[in-house]
């Protein structure tokens, strides 16, 4: 069956240094990726959607690739700042469903330090 | 719009009784999904309705658990006979054509 693995649990790093968030998947389809980010105490939101244009999406300075050779979809972001501490999905959508629903992977906790 | 509304937003049940979870969608859309999300698993899928008809129900634990949508307006999610192990954060949504929006989230405390 489908499925998202996120391998990194937690994540810790210093402000101003970069962010890579894996993500890979297993479909037996083309899956639409998406990115959702979860802040304490809130509903998780929509951060990035993969495209079938292959067009790479942005959101908030935060950008993913959807790589289908590696079946990967990377979350990056050049500089973190405090306020991406946050809790970050991977999830893909399978074509087949008719509707959007969501395979997540595990999560990955993200924290900025000063 | 006030989103996805969902109540309580904390529950705590004793053993053994019945929880029952709400949902309001986001007006208009037509899918509305219920995830369970936990440290441990993190954010797995329960079940969907589609123009308020059941359409997959392959993440419900099957004894104790069920879900309705008598209206466009609401769904709920009962539990019966909760148990330590139902204790997580139950999230519904809904979606547009482009985009799936989440509640808050109810937290079950059973204990």
Redesign the interface.
């Known amino acids: 069956g489908d499925s998202v693995t996120q391998t990194e649990g937690l994540v810790t790093l210093t402000e101003g240094l970069p962010v890579m968030l894996n993500c890979t998947y297993q479909s037996t389809y083309s899956p639409f990726l998406f990115w959702?980010v979860q802040h304490l105490?809130?509903?998780?939101?929509?951060l990035l959607?993969s495209f079938t244009d292959n067009k790479r999406p942005e959101h908030q300075g935060f950008h993913a690739t959807l790589h289908k050779s590696s079946s990967s979809f990377h979350l990056q972001k050049s500089s973190a700042q405090l306020s991406d501490s946050a809790l970050y999905?991977c999830?893909l959508s399978p074509p087949s469903?008719?509707?959007?629903?969501?395979?997540?992977?595990?999560?990955t906790q993200l924290t900025v330090m000063p | 719009n006030a989103g996805v509304i969902q109540t309580p937003r904390h529950k705590v049940t004793g053993k053994g009784q019945e929880a029952t979870l709400w949902c309001e969608p986001i007006s208009g859309h037509s899918a509305v999904f219920w995830y369970r999300q936990t440290i441990v698993q993190g954010l797995e899928f329960l079940t969907y309705f589609r123009n308020q008809a059941p359409i997959d129900d392959s993440g419900m634990p099957k004894e104790r658990f069920s879900a309705q949508m008598p209206n466009q307006s609401h769904s709920t999610l009962k539990i019966q006979s909760t148990q330590p192990q139902d204790s997580a954060v139950y999230l519904c949504a809904s979606s547009s054509p482009t985009e799936v929006f989440f509640g808050k989230g109810t937290r079950l405390t059973v204990v």
Do not use: H, R, T
């Open positions: 959702y105490n809130e509903a998780p939101k929509l959607k999905y999830a469903s008719g509707s959007w629903q969501l395979i997540f992977g595990s999560g």
